[in-house]
């Protein structure tokens, strides 16, 4: 029974300590992924900038380490042996490289998947490389296609492609690699920056060398700020360091800690006054940078007040303005008004005139057809116009209304009743 317990036990031990392998490789294979993910959007970064101020080549150390890193991300988890020919590895075949019925060639790269993934891509680049003489491994053609797709501006379009061919991803990756997982998204869109870039490069330069494996330089990357908390610097913390390390603890070696208890505190004092005088300054900076802050503002209140100002003496303007124009258009009115009662009075006058006198309207009809026989002879001078009234005249008008009165036109009843017109 105690054997039984005991073997129970261990097996239950053995069982918790795979369960921590596996949780501790996972955890490893996620910071893997995320490191090399964050140091290539770093790097993309760093590309954008430099090339504000000089053309990326062969020699820029930015893109060298870029192409490493991507590199590296693109031969992550990336299987070495295919699996038609794993069987030969049980045979204890010695196997240097992918296995072909050749025989062996150069170990497996990115490059290997590439060039079946992105054989969609419209006027892709693998068939030239595939024909360079100049580069042989599969590792060096790898890094001649990074390089052309960059000069193309359609690295990023070769990513995409290769991310959507699912199946071709899953037979030449392991499960955990980084274009099989949620990363492979960001860093397509992450390369797409890299299109307003102008690459120059030389595809026969050391940097296709297929022998040696790409290294990241993660230094340009790093950046320690030491804490304002921290008291005492560097040398300091190893001088702390090597005292305390020291078996001698005498009474004689009092003095020295207390000299370097003074020295810790000057230095702290020190970088108190530093921080003082930097504040300092920065009030100064700062109370100049209001002070001209508040003459802006005043400058744009006075100027706010003038358009103000303006604004109202606009709007009286096309006040006094409209008024006019009201005006304007009811003495028209008014004028249209009297003009239409002058040509119903004269037509009242000329059909008081043909009912009274048909005889004398006759007459005056040959008389005025003489009268326009004789002006057609004779043209009208300009002499005889200014004595002719206009109707539209405000003193024609005025002359046109006062016939209105009984003392200058007889009405027709007083002429019928008249003893001479009476009829016989």
Request: net charge negative; proline share 3%.
């Amino acid at each position: 029974m105690a054997s039984r317990s005991l073997g129970g036990l261990s097996g239950s031990r053995s069982g918790g300590g795979g369960g921590g392998k596996k949780s501790l490789s996972a955890r490893n294979a996620a910071v893997e992924r995320r490191n090399l993910i964050t140091v290539c959007r770093f790097s993309v970064k760093t590309l954008i900038d430099r090339s504000c101020f000089e053309t990326i080549d062969d020699s820029s150390p930015e893109f060298n380490n870029f192409a490493a890193i991507l590199e590296q991300i693109l031969s992550h988890r990336l299987k070495e042996i295919s699996q038609s020919c794993r069987w030969l590895a049980h045979l204890q075949i010695p196997l240097q490289g992918q296995v072909t019925w050749f025989g062996y060639e150069s170990p497996r790269s990115f490059w290997d998947y590439i060039r079946v993934a992105c054989r969609k891509v419209s006027q892709n680049c693998i068939c030239s490389i595939e024909n360079m003489e100049n580069v042989s491994s599969s590792r060096a053609k790898g890094r001649a296609w990074i390089r052309v797709a960059l000069m193309e501006k359609h690295l990023s379009e070769y990513i995409s492609t290769a991310l959507r061919d699912f199946k071709t991803t899953r037979r030449f990756y392991e499960d955990g690699a980084i274009v099989l997982g949620e990363e492979a998204n960001m860093l397509a869109g992450m390369l797409l920056g890299l299109n307003a870039i102008d690459f120059s490069f030389c595809l026969k330069g050391e940097g296709l060398d297929g022998n040696f494996p790409a290294v990241i330089d993660y230094t340009p990357y790093l950046k320690f700020t030491q804490s304002s908390d921290s008291i005492s610097s560097d040398e300091e913390e190893l001088r702390t360091l090597g005292s305390s390390g020291s078996e001698s603890s005498t009474p004689e070696n009092v003095g020295p800690p207390f000299i370097m208890d003074e020295n810790s505190w000057f230095n702290k004092c020190k970088r108190v006054k530093q921080k003082y005088q930097l504040t300092l300054e920065q009030k100064g900076y700062l109370e100049e940078l209001l002070r001209l802050r508040e003459n802006q503002l005043s400058e744009s209140v006075s100027q706010n007040k003038i358009l103000l100002q303006r604004i109202e003496d606009s709007d009286l303007a096309h006040k006094l303005e409209k008024e006019q124009l009201e005006y304007i258009i009811v003495e028209l009115q008014d004028q249209l008004k009297s003009y239409q009662s002058l040509d119903q009075l004269s037509a009242e006058v000329s059909l008081s005139q043909t009912s009274l006198d048909p005889g004398q309207s006759q007459e005056g009809d040959g008389k005025q057809d003489t009268l326009n026989l004789i002006s057609e002879g004779k043209e009208d001078t300009p002499s005889l116009l200014g004595l002719c009234g206009s109707l539209t005249s405000v003193a024609s008008y005025k002359s046109l209304t006062s016939l209105k009165s009984n003392d200058y036109l007889a009405s027709p009843t007083t002429e019928i009743t008249s003893p001479g017109l009476t009829p016989s």
